[in-house]
């Protein structure tokens, strides 16, 4: 890598990570144990990095973190070639996704408060709000231990499996949290960043509505799951494995 002298490699990239992390905190779309969070950069040869947060970002930095404490990893050998910091022992997950999908630029995990309910459920979210119309299905995987190489070979064959769906997707990890792919054959992996960030924060407050339709559901106040003003489905359909999205919705009619 060749980088102006007395600059760090990737600077601007990790920088922009770092604040990042303090908004997922401050936002509560993780906790303190933390997640964690990459996105695929190359150097002026063309040679493929990862831009990564380090492992206990959030337990012993409570996720403020400078930009020379994100790290710059070779794939495969999984090298820590710039930054302070040890690599999580869920770079697998990530090192397995980007393997699966070239155009993927951003891996983003994290440990969402409301989203939680739903993945430690084992139930799909259903999908309410206009704004997360475009994600389509929120599925919850099935379950796997952490860190392991069961659960990174599993998810890279779910995002096989959902093709250019994973340029923007969201899955739930079956209590473990949330994983976030975005991406696209010429997207800079910063603006795929900030969508994977745009993409934890509103599912977020879907996960609360979609709680609360399924309460309403309950007390018979609502006859099923409305989104723009269309029912999508019933609390029947969630309990047998349906993932419910707006298939008419106005916002997948439109360009990102």
Same mark, same amino acid.
């Given at each position: 890598?060749?980088?102006? #002298?007395?600059?760090?490699?990737?600077?601007?990239?990790? @920088?922009?990570?770092?604040?990042?992390?303090?908004?997922?905190?401050?936002?509560?779309?993780?906790?303190?144990?933390?997640?964690?969070?990459?996105?695929?950069?190359?150097?002026?040869?063309?040679?493929?990095?990862?831009?990564?947060?380090?492992?206990?970002?959030? *337990? #012993?930095?409570?996720?403020?973190?400078?930009?020379?404490?994100?790290?710059?990893? @070779?794939?495969?050998?999984?090298?820590?070639?710039?930054?302070?910091?040890?690599?999580?022992?869920?770079?697998?997950?990530?090192?397995?996704?980007?393997?699966?999908?070239?155009?993927?630029?951003? &891996?983003?995990?994290?440990? +969402?408060?409301?989203?939680?309910? !739903?993945?430690?459920?084992?139930?799909?979210?259903?999908?309410?709000?206009?704004?997360?119309?475009?994600?389509?299905?929120?599925?919850?995987?099935? !379950?796997?231990?952490?860190?392991? *190489?069961?659960? +990174?070979?599993?998810? +890279?064959?779910?995002?096989?499996?959902?093709?250019?769906?994973?340029?923007?997707?969201?899955?739930?990890?079956?209590?473990?949290?949330?994983?976030?792919?975005?991406?696209?054959?010429?997207?800079?992996?910063?603006?795929?960043?900030?969508?994977?960030?745009?993409? &934890?924060?509103?599912? @977020?407050?879907?996960?609360?509505? +979609?709680?609360?339709?399924?309460?309403?559901?309950?007390?018979?106040?609502?006859?099923?799951?409305?989104?723009?003003?269309?029912?999508?489905?019933?609390? @029947?359909?969630?309990?047998?494995?349906?993932?419910?999205?707006?298939?008419?919705?106005?916002?997948?009619?439109?360009?990102?």
């Amino acid at each position: 890598m060749k980088f102006p #002298a007395g600059r760090i490699p990737f600077e601007y990239e990790r @920088e922009d990570l770092a604040k990042v992390v303090r908004e997922v905190m401050e936002r509560r779309d993780t906790n303190i144990v933390g997640g964690n969070i990459s996105i695929r950069v190359k150097d002026e040869d063309g040679k493929d990095y990862y831009v990564m947060t380090p492992t206990m970002m959030s *337990e #012993a930095y409570l996720g403020h973190l400078t930009a020379d404490q994100i790290l710059v990893i @070779e794939p495969h050998t999984r090298k820590v070639v710039s930054g302070n910091g040890k690599a999580t022992r869920e770079i697998n997950m990530h090192e397995a996704i980007y393997d699966t999908n070239q155009d993927i630029k951003c &891996v983003f995990h994290s440990h +969402a408060d409301r989203a939680m309910f !739903w993945a430690t459920s084992g139930l799909n979210m259903p999908n309410v709000t206009e704004a997360t119309q475009k994600l389509k299905e929120i599925r919850t995987l099935k !379950w796997h231990p952490m860190c392991t *190489e069961e659960l +990174a070979q599993y998810v +890279a064959t779910e995002i096989k499996n959902i093709g250019d769906k994973a340029l923007r997707n969201g899955f739930l990890l079956n209590s473990h949290g949330t994983l976030f792919t975005s991406g696209g054959k010429n997207m800079d992996p910063l603006t795929a960043l900030h969508k994977s960030l745009a993409d &934890v924060d509103i599912t @977020e407050y879907n996960a609360q509505v +979609a709680y609360d339709q399924t309460i309403f559901q309950q007390m018979g106040v609502l006859d099923g799951y409305y989104s723009e003003d269309t029912k999508i489905g019933t609390w @029947e359909d969630v309990k047998n494995g349906k993932a419910l999205y707006n298939k008419n919705s106005s916002q997948n009619k439109k360009g990102d």
